[in-house]
């Protein structure tokens, strides 16, 4: 029998705001630990949580970069669980009426383009962080409170590499809004999968199995790919699958049981009469959607199908926005996209690695390189004196024009000296010269060279074959 | 004179004309502590030298010129009970578990009182986080009843109440959840006043159940009433529910005139139940308001029957995550355990008193998956039917005037076997809590034998502090009540 995965995620990721979601400490990575805490963030004794409103700002700015809807009514809700982390011994989350709901994440995988649905992208405070050390254990809260976004798909996932993909094309999109810095390394995206299997045809779903707390997307992966295995092994060997939660250890390379349904926590949901709902109003939402920003993919595509680029190219830009919006800006008005792309990607982001620049920090502007290419394609400048131009352009900033005036690098078109340049060169070669006329044509080349050199490399190339060929060939 | 027997309003008299100082009211105080209150037990702990500390910076203030217009509790003595954050005061609210616990901060009431001028001072005792209505449930001993030793002063606000009334204070800030100020004011003989809920900032107020807690003042008369609710009320950006409403002058406000005034007689709360000699009193009471010019009407409030279990459902659900907290691993006592389980279960069965548990598992339950919708959204839905009774009987009238609870001050013990019956004594309070709006209580009389104050209580619009404290006003200025001390 063959058999399908149904998988669904659910992605956390910390929002990326200067303050904690219910206090002032700092929200950020790194510090000694307890340092980043207050009364509130601690749950000491009669504190009060009051919202971060940037948080509900980028909640509701992810809804719109996922197609959510964003509800006219939205609350907070405590989720009730005793562990050391957990500071109040409740979480506060939103339960039924979160802030997001029904949206979708568009993305490519292999050559198609896939939609996974999304449940919902709900708003809740991170929980600090459990170290154990031999005798004893401690926790930190400088994580505590900290703003997190769960954003859970529907289970319209088949793979492990579908669902490699999809992470990573949320994370893009959340990096693209400024939600969060999604940095893996510093814990700031956490996944949990469901996953189920069913033989082929079927409709209705399997057993889930959860597997908890993954921080890296190739560990997401590697998980599918071994559970989606064992749960067909297992019902293929007539066994059957219980619901369970997992745990993945990425060093055995192999999930585990956590917990099965029985232990399965009872959070006690209910609405946190600490903080009033959310009643955003149009006037909030409309500020909101000033921030919406063009998507990875929708951007990819319209590079490629506006500006007629590689798509490898456009990728480029989707990766780099403002080395992208440099070259929308270089491209406005010129018809050789293609040529001013091969400037920005090959030459202005080399040298800006190279350098260490930002592109805020060039000397010119994007119509420089439009300029440069234009003078170029007339034949004004060789490409090799373009290359000059672009250095001192990088270097010391001024425009193209000016440059090749300064410096003395327009080409020779003239057609008059052109000929004289050509007619010397064919009487002071006159063997390779003999051969051209008797049909071994790759003998110009050398006569070219002549030329070019005699030019000191003004002469327009182009035209120097033209002449000599008229000259030789008749 | 005796120091410690005056008003906040005449006190205030005599530091603004130097006669007394804040320190001699202090010492006043402290001295009628060790005199009295080894009887009474009001005081689960005091910082005398932080006391006078305060009292001798008001009185450095008074000399350079500072003025009650500005801060109007200069230099009054004012008492805290035991669940308010101070910063590196103890905060216990009763409970064994949070140990030797000191506030890292202060609460906003704290800070208000703080920019009024107030000397704060002293932990008065309360029901262990003020779950209870007698203060018999207090890991440091009950509070007497000042009027008779041998009773209950009333819960959970009851060191409030005792202390007021003991003189050992000249206000007391407490915490009203279903009854907490105004049933212990009224079993006490002092007046309370429970605000509209998101007038005063809860911040720093370890909660019990959220969104029925409020503070409020209790003092010996109406005016102190009144100037102590004008010091703490107002917005608090740090309580999210807390409501960005103008802060009336509740003193300028009170005035003896009646006329035009409505008073609504509930007659779902004037069933069986009333002892009869409080209903004789509190009968005299409201023929004293028709004597003052004030038109009295019966009206209904039809969902009052399910008050108390409505009350009892929600706020244990919201106290089942809000006590959560006290679980040894960040502050207060900690018994280890073999793994965190342990840990909490050791800590928690061994700090928290029996009413306290109880409350614990009841909320538990209430929102436990499969009973959530039976217990929590039922309740809710009821809340909301209650809330609309309110509305509309207070569309009709200006206030509704009830007893405050059905028999006056109860003998210790009386009524800790019976859960139930020690909570059936918020019956006419605990409405007020579930629909958010505010109430006070004044003494209204005494029963003969043994004397025992009898509390009169009136319950107004939400924000209709100035006026309900108008009313009461009239009705104290009428009759000898506040005048009765008890002697100790």
């Known amino acids: 029998m063959e058999y399908e995965a149904v998988i669904g995620l659910e992605t956390h990721c910390q929002l990326k705001t200067k303050s904690k979601m219910f206090c002032g400490c700092a ?52 989720k009730n669980y005793f562990y050391p982390d957990v500071c109040k011994d409740y979480q506060i989350t939103q339960f039924d009426f979160p802030s997001t709901t029904t949206g979708y994440v568009d993305f490519e995988f292999g ?91 079927v409709t209705e779903l399997g057993t889930k199995v959860e597997i908890k707390n993954m921080n890296t997307f190739s560990g997401v992966r590697r998980a599918i790919n071994y559970e989606v295995p064992r749960q067909i092994e297992t019902l293929e060997s007539g066994g059957t699958l219980v619901q369970e939660t997992r745990r993945w250890d990425d060093d055995a390379g192999m999930t585990e049981t956590m917990r099965s349904k029985e232990h399965a926590h009872d959070y006690r949901y209910f609405p946190e009469p600490d903080l009033m709902p959310l009643r955003p109003s149009e006037a909030w939402l409309e500020e909101v959607r000033k921030h919406v920003v063009e998507l990875p993919l929708a951007r990819k595509q319209r590079f490629i199908q506006d500006y007629n680029i590689p798509a490898q190219d456009a990728e480029v830009f989707v990766g ?40 805020d920090e060039l000397k010119f502007g994007p119509e420089a390189i439009r300029e440069l290419v234009e003078i170029i394609d007339v034949g004004e400048i060789s490409n090799k004196g373009g290359q000059e131009v672009f250095t001192e352009l990088f270097n010391n900033g001024g425009s193209p024009k000016a440059i090749v005036d300064a410096r003395g690098l327009a080409q020779v078109s003239d057609s008059g000296e052109l000929d004289k340049w050509c007619r010397d060169a ?16 790759n003998a110009i080349n050398f006569l070219k060279g002549q030329v070019m050199k005699a030019s000191r490399g003004k002469a327009n190339p182009q035209m120097v074959g033209e002449t000599l060929f008229k000259l030789l060939k008749g | 004179m005796i120091l410690h027997e005056l008003t906040i309003g005449e006190l205030t008299a005599k530091l603004a004309s130097k006669e007394v100082s804040s320190r001699e009211a202090m010492l006043a105080c402290l001295d009628r502590i060790d005199a009295v209150d080894n009887r009474i037990n009001a005081f689960i702990s005091l910082d005398r030298e932080d006391a006078l500390g305060q009292a001798e910076a008001a009185d450095a203030a008074l000399a350079k010129g500072a003025s009650h217009n500005e801060q109007s509790l200069l230099g009054v003595p004012v008492s805290l009970k035991d669940i308010f954050c101070v910063k590196n ?19 906003s009431v704290v800070q208000k009182l703080k920019q009024a001028g107030a000397v704060i001072f002293g932990r008065v005792n309360m029901d262990e986080f003020a779950m209870g209505s007698s203060t018999e449930n207090s890991a440091f001993g009950r509070t007497c009843n000042p009027w008779d030793l041998e009773r209950v002063p009333g819960g959970s606000s009851g060191g409030c109440a005792a202390s007021v009334v003991a003189q050992e204070c000249f206000g007391s800030i407490g915490t009203d959840t279903g009854g907490s100020i105004r049933q212990p004011s009224a079993l006490c003989g002092c007046v309370g006043i429970k605000p509209t809920y998101g007038r005063v900032s ?44 103008e802060v009336p002058d509740y003193v300028g406000g009170l005035d003896v005139n009646l006329d035009g005034i409505k008073l609504g007689l509930p007659k779902e709360f004037l069933g069986a139940g009333i002892d009869p000699e409080v209903q004789s009193i509190f009968d005299a009471a409201v023929r004293q308001y028709e004597a003052l010019g004030a038109e009295i009407q019966e009206i209904s409030l039809p969902h009052t029957e399910y008050g108390v279990a409505t009350y009892y459902i929600l706020a244990t659900a919201e106290a089942s995550a809000n006590l959560a907290r006290f679980d040894g691993v960040r502050y207060g006592d900690r018994v280890e355990g073999d793994d965190p389980f342990a840990l909490y279960c050791n800590t928690r069965g061994k700090g928290f008193g029996d009413e306290v548990k109880r409350r614990i598992i009841l909320g538990t339950y209430v929102l436990s998956s499969g009973y959530y919708d039976a217990y929590y959204i039922r309740a809710q839905k009821v809340r909301s039917l209650i809330k609309q009774d309110f509305d509309q009987a207070l569309e009709k009238v200006d206030a509704l005037i009830t007893p405050t609870v059905p028999y006056t001050a109860f003998k210790a013990g009386e009524k800790t076997d019976d859960p139930l019956q020690m909570y059936l004594s918020d019956i006419f309070t605990i409405s007020c809590n579930l629909t958010g709006t505010c109430g006070v ?13 009898v509390g009169l209580q009136l319950l107004g619009k939400p924000f ?5 404290l108008k009313i009461a006003y009239a009705y104290e200025q009428a009759t000898p009540w506040h005048k009765e001390r008890v002697m100790l």
């Open chain 1, 27 to 78: 929200n950020e990575f790194g510090a000694d630990p307890n340092t980043n805490v207050c009364p509130v963030c601690l749950g000491m004794p009669g504190v009060l949580p009051v919202p971060n409103e940037l948080a509900l700002q980028l909640t509701a700015l992810t809804g719109y970069l996922l197609n959510c809807e964003v509800p006219e009514f939205a609350k907070f809700d405590r």
């Open chain 1, 111 to 201: 050559s198609k383009i896939e939609r996974v649905r999304i449940t919902r992208a709900h708003l809740e405070e991170d929980v600090g962080k459990n170290n154990h050390f031999d005798q004893h254990s401690g926790v930190d809260f400088n994580r505590a409170g900290v703003p997190l976004l769960e954003i859970v798909s529907e289970p319209d996932i088949s793979s492990a590499d579908m669902a490699y993909d999809y992470l990573n094309a949320l994370k893009d999109i959340l990096i693209y809004g400024g939600i969060s810095d999604c940095d893996m390394e510093k814990g700031m995206v956490r996944c949990d999968v469901n996953i189920s299997v069913r033989p082929k045809g």
């Open chain 1, 320 to 359: 780099n926005v403002s080395l992208g919006d440099f070259f929308e800006k270089a491209v406005d008005g010129s018809k050789n996209a293609k040529t001013i792309a091969n400037w920005v990607i090959n030459n202005l982001q080399a040298r800006l690695v190279e350098s260490e620049l930002t592109i």
């Open chain 1, 426 to 441: 064919i009487d002071a070669n006159p063997g390779p010269a003999d051969d051209v006329r008797n049909g071994r044509e």
């Open chain 2, 89 to 107: 005061q103890p905060a216990n609210c009763a409970s064994k578990i949070l140990g030797d616990f000191l506030s890292p901060y202060d609460g």
């Open chain 2, 202 to 245: 809860r911040f720093g107020v370890i909660a019990f159940a959220s969104s029925l807690d409020q503070v409020g003042p209790m003092a010996r008369n109406v005016h102190d009433t009144a100037a102590l609710l004008g010091a703490i009320a107002g917005h608090d950006p740090k309580d999210s529910t807390s409501v960005p409403a």
């Open chain 2, 441 to 453: 209580s004044l003494p209204c009389g005494f029963t003969s034998s043994p004397k025992l104050p």
């Open chain 2, 464 to 468: 209709g502090e100035q006026e309900l």
